[in-house]
């Protein structure tokens, strides 16, 4: 099929391997994703808070920056768990809005022009299909969260030399694997909706919905029963458990009430649900996800 | 020489049977899957690409069975769709190359590749256009580059000529023919125009409400090169047809008035004048007529029984 020669001709030559088809798809994704300029200032914007963290990681080993700062030892926030784990929460939420802007259309655009089928009829499947789109949000989340994390973790640790590093990889095991949990569950999420609603707009609005909603109508359940019970519909306090388990800063009881409402005295703990719960909801989540996708996901829909 | 598509008691049910039992062996260069409406020709399509599985029965390309080896056929299969399929916001010269690379094509090759398709098609000039932009007709040839990119040895093209003008029409008939003629890959052509199929295919499959109404080699049919004789008579003519049945001839009543026949060795055209004279019957009009696939659909929609059954069977009453 030269283009001097047209004519057809078969094609005999070396081919990719397979386990790598998947992630042609992110790649002629970002083509078009980086094309944006709403996206590649989100984008810019993510690197900030790494490197507002990355300074004071500076500050706390350099005694004449702390001088020329005027700042003392006292003043700057120890970098602890709770350091990192601040850094993971504020990259999870620039993360979310991240993936609204490039999950929703991945899977929609497809079904909207029926380009299912020139994927499918391909040496290649459904489930590389799925896992190279969610990739491309999978990617592009770990270059904001557990990469950057991590950087930082070494960073300290050079810093701080001696034992440290070894005396605290549990931290990094909590980014990375904190991080690779919120990134998987968005991804999730955000392609299950993808596969779900087809118009790209709509698509965005119910991520949002489908994180704030439950979260608000779980405050409520909270406040009216005096309870942490409705944590356990929380996307946000299911994550934030979660990675409070994963750094070690998990507390059960969050609160407590002791006095008298109508004449009676009244006392009780707020005692936050157990963190296996929120491990469990977020399999069921996912579990949910991954039913959608293969039931929507499909080269072509049958009509019974 | 192999079979290219082996239906090996081919069944399919959506909670109702959609096909029926489907059993042949196609070896054609050019096949040509024909048939009304909800026949079946799209679904046995997506069934040998894997989109369906056989509720029983099997099938086989190039002797790869479709359900154990689905994977191992799509590296072969090149596939047109019929409805509009494409990736959004893409030029065409990235879609066809995104394609030739989900077929495992290196990146580089891809690239090339998907320029040479391009130009293959005619839509050389057009390549860096964005596919929302193309006419109907130029999304048909982008998707038949699509199809084609990676080389395959089997091309499956669903309604290609669907929408397309008749200058259109005909450069995808050619290419068709000049991918057939090439000698490098088979082709699987679904239509519902009979004219596609009977310029660019061998082989036919005629399927009638989910079951293989007629197999044909139309290459032999052609080569067999029989006439029909075509007569349109008047008047009360069951005692003609009986006494053409009686001069040994291979006949078809086509209508109330018309009559297909063969003429058997030593039966000349006066006699059927002389049969007519002493009946009484007024032969209005007589045609020679080759056995066109249009007679070989029209007698297949026609039989009820919806039987497998060669070409030659259409004049047997």
């Known amino acids: 099929m030269a283009v001097y020669e047209h004519t057809y001709r078969q094609y005999e030559g070396p081919t990719t391997p397979e386990w790598s088809r998947f992630l042609i798809i992110p790649r002629h994704a970002y083509r078009s994703i980086f094309g944006s300029k709403l996206f590649i200032a989100l984008f810019v ?31 700057l926030v120890p970098i602890d768990a709770e350091f990192f784990q601040t850094f993971i929460t504020v990259q999870g939420i620039i993360g979310f809005f991240l993936n609204m802007l490039v999950g929703p259309p991945l899977i929609s ?93 709509a698509a965005s609005a119910a991520l949002l919905a489908i994180f704030f909603i439950p979260s608000a109508f779980g405050e409520i359940i909270n406040n009216i029963f005096n309870t942490r019970g409705g944590h356990l519909i929380s996307l946000r306090a299911i994550i934030g458990n979660i990675w409070s388990g994963l750094f070690g800063t998990f507390v059960r009881q969050t609160g407590s009430f002791r006095g008298r409402i109508n004449g009676q005295r009244i006392s009780f703990t707020l005692i936050e649900p157990p963190l296996w719960s929120a491990w469990l909801a977020l399999i069921l989540i996912g579990a949910l996800c991954l039913y959608l996708l293969v039931r929507k996901v499909r080269a072509y829909e049958v009509v019974r | 020489m192999n079979s290219v598509i082996d239906l090996d008691g081919l069944s399919v049910d959506f909670g109702r049977p959609i096909l029926k039992d489907l059993r042949a062996e196609m070896r054609g260069k050019a096949i040509g899957l024909l048939g009304p409406n909800g026949a079946g020709k ?18 086989r390309i190039f002797d790869q069975d479709i359900t154990a080896g689905a994977k191992q056929i799509r590296r072969f299969i090149g596939y047109m769709p019929e409805r509009d399929s494409f990736i959004a916001k893409m030029t065409c010269v990235h879609f066809v190359r995104l394609m030739g690379e989900l077929s495992g094509l290196p990146s580089e090759t891809a690239l090339e590749r998907a320029h040479e398709a391009l130009f293959y098609v005619g839509l050389g000039e057009a390549r860096y256009r964005k596919l929302d932009t193309y006419s109907l007709g130029m999304k048909q040839l982008a998707k038949l580059a699509q199809a084609i990119v990676h080389g395959p040895k089997l091309i499956i093209l669903d309604e290609p000529t669907n929408g397309l003008d008749p200058p259109t029409r005909l450069r995808m008939i050619k290419l068709i023919r000049d991918i057939r003629d090439s000698g490098q890959a088979n082709i699987v052509l679904s239509s519902h125009l009979l004219r596609d199929v009977e310029e660019t295919c061998d082989e036919i499959l005629v399927l009638k409400e989910g079951r293989i109404a007629v197999y044909a080699n139309l290459e032999e049919e052609r080569k067999a090169n029989r006439k029909f004789l075509e007569v349109e008579t008047r008047g009360d003519n069951r005692a003609f047809v009986e006494a053409i049945g009686g001069l040994g001839c291979e006949y078809a009543q086509t209508g109330e008035r018309r009559i297909k026949l063969v003429l058997q060795n030593g039966v000349e055209v006066r006699d059927l004048y002389k049969l007519a004279a002493e009946r009484q019957i007024q032969i209005r009009r007589l045609n020679y007529k080759r056995d066109s696939l249009e007679d070989i659909f029209l007698k297949a929609m026609e039989d009820g029984n919806g039987q497998e059954f060669s070409a030659q069977t259409l004049t047997r009453n």
């Open chain 2, 42 to 59: 799209t679904t046995l399509i997506h069934t040998l690409l894997g989109f369906h599985p056989p509720s029983r029965g099997t099938a």
């Open chain 1, 109 to 201: 655009r497809d079904l909207a022009n029926n380009a299912l089928p020139l994927y499918l009829c391909r040496p290649f499947s459904r489930a590389e299909y799925v896992i190279g789109k969610m990739s491309v949000v999978m990617i592009l989340l770990s270059l904001i969260m557990w990469i950057p994390g991590l950087l930082l973790f070494g960073f300290q640790a050079y810093l701080e030399g001696g034992g440290w590093l070894w005396q605290n990889l549990h931290i990094a095991l909590a980014i990375f694997v904190g991080s690779l949990v919120w990134i998987l569950l968005l991804a999730l999420l955000s392609q299950a909706v993808s596969a779900l609603v087809k118009w790209r707009m």
């Open chain 1, 45 to 75: 914007a993510c690197f900030i808070y790494p490197l507002i963290a990355s300074i004071f990681i500076y500050l706390h080993h350099n005694v004449n920056a702390m001088a020329i700062m005027r700042v003392s030892f006292g003043d």
